[in-house]
Structures are given as C-alpha cells and as structure tokens.
C-alpha cells in the first residue's frame, strides 16, 4: 500500500519506448522526456545551458535512467517481480547493443540514437560507460556495503563517471584540472540521493550508508528509526556529503558562464535537499526531503537574468 505522503513513482522508462523506428530529432525528445519524467533537478537546471548543448545532456540523462530502471523494475507491468537474471540480461544487451552501436557509428534503438550521437559529436570516454554499466550490474546482486572506501568503487561507476561524461559537452578551461572536481560533484549527487531515499533503498533490500558507519553509530537501518543515533549518523554522513560539494564548487568556477550557471543551478538544488533533510529532523522514513518544482523553476529563472 502506497501511503499518503509517498509519491506515485514516474513510469519506468522501460515502458515508454515508442513501437516503430524514430529520427535523431525523436530520439533526443524521448530522452528529454525520459529527463523531465525523472530527473527534474537536472531538467531544470539543463534549461540553464545554451539550446545547441541541452539535448546531449538529455542523451546521458536517458542512457542512465534506462539502465537504472531495467536495475530497478522490481514490479512488471503484468505486476510480477521481474527475475534477477532477467534483469541482468536484459542489462547486458542494452550494454551491447550501446558499444556495438557506438562503434558501427549510429543506431535504430529509440534511446540510443540520440546516445550515440552526443557521445560522438563530443569524442565522450567510452570506458565511463563500461565503469557506469558495470556498476549498475552490481546493484542486482549487491544489497551493502562493508566500508566508504567500498562504496567509493560503487560510486565511480554510478556517479562520478556521469561527471566525466558531462565534461566535455560543458567544456572547462581545463579538463585535467576540471576532472576531479567534477567526479566529486556525480558523488556528491549521489550520496544526497543515498540520504534522502533511505527508506526506498530498504524496500528494495540495499543500503548504500556504509556498514562500518552504522555500526559506529549503533544504527541498524532495518529499524527505520529516527533515534539520536540515527541522527548522528545521518549528520556525519551530511557532512561528508558536504565536503564533496566544497571541492566541487571549486571546478564550477572552470566552467564557461553558462556551463557554470547549470551547474551551479543543479549544485544548489541539490545541496537544499541536504537542508531539508535536517529540516525535518532527519526524518527520511515518514516523509521525503525534495526540492519543488516552484524552487527550480524561481532558479532557473534567476540564472536566466
């Protein structure tokens, strides 16, 4: 049962690929809605970048999201959990077909399409995808993990390559300088969404605070109470958060005016809900820390000006 504070989650986008073959103009709108459906932070902020540049970030959007919900489609549309295996393989095959499309130079998928394209036009770092999907193998089969350091080898895939790929298409003064920073920035977003989503993650039987910290604290998340205990844990874990956005600040001021001002949108947006987690005394499991769609959009406008 799905109760009154907790939102009616989005349709996979698994289920929303249209019948026929698409052009590259259709390709990019299906992932520029895939983006709007899911990923509304980074919706918003994208409308800060000049036109020529929001679509390819929509491609990278939708590359990760697609992968994502074929990880993530516990329920099926016929309502049955959906195999372990099935997933896997299914994951697998949208791997291939990316790099055998990658390589072949175009492609007739409906997502893909535009992926390609964008990863091409900006000669984007094929093993970010290797690392990225590998990653999303692992949470298949991986419920925890041991230490930050372990969770770090998550995070590279999951979250610090989707800086790496943004990089070019954002184009620093200087990349080698840039990189860093920008991987600091994937994790950051990750670990704020780590914070939030505490609840949802259990329901899907993982946890991605890292072990050695609960136990340090005395938490046993399963639990899913908001004891001083989980306070403190969820403090320290904010402040972690936090020093990886302190480093990434430090490469948005690489970054060309626009660029910089879609970041810096994300960055703040993202950053409230670290506020707003606090806000509401750390509480994670009977409500969920987000970000209106009023506040984007008054940001956006803002950065606009």
Known sequence: MRLPFQRTPPTPTTHLLPSGPVTLDESYELCREFNKRHGT????????????????????????????????????????????????????????????????????????????????????????????????????????????????????????VIGEMMLPILEPSDYDTALPHARDLGNAFQLTNFLRDVDEDLDRGRQYIPLEDSRRFGVDLNQRAVTPEFIALMHFEIERCRALYESADIGISMLPDRSAKAIRAAFTLYGRILDKIEAQQYDVFTSRASVSTTEKAAMVVKLLR
């Open 41 to 160: 932070t980074y919706y918003w902020s994208t409308k800060v970048l000049p036109k020529i540049k929001q679509h390819h970030v929509h491609a990278l959007y939708a590359f990760a999201r697609y992968a994502d919900d074929i990880v993530d489609e516990i329920p099926s549309q016929g309502g049955r959990d959906v195999p372990t295996e099935v997933r896997a393989a299914t994951l697998a095959d949208f791997g291939q077909r990316f790099f055998d499309d990658l390589a072949a130079g175009k492609s007739e998928d409906p997502v893909l399409k535009a992926v390609v394209h964008t990863v091409r036009a900006f000669d984007i770092d094929t093993t970010a995808f290797d690392r990225f999907l590998r990653s999303m193998t692992m949470d298949l089969t991986v419920e925890s993990y041991e230490t930050w350091e372990d969770l770090l080898v998550y995070m590279d895939g999951s979250a610090a």
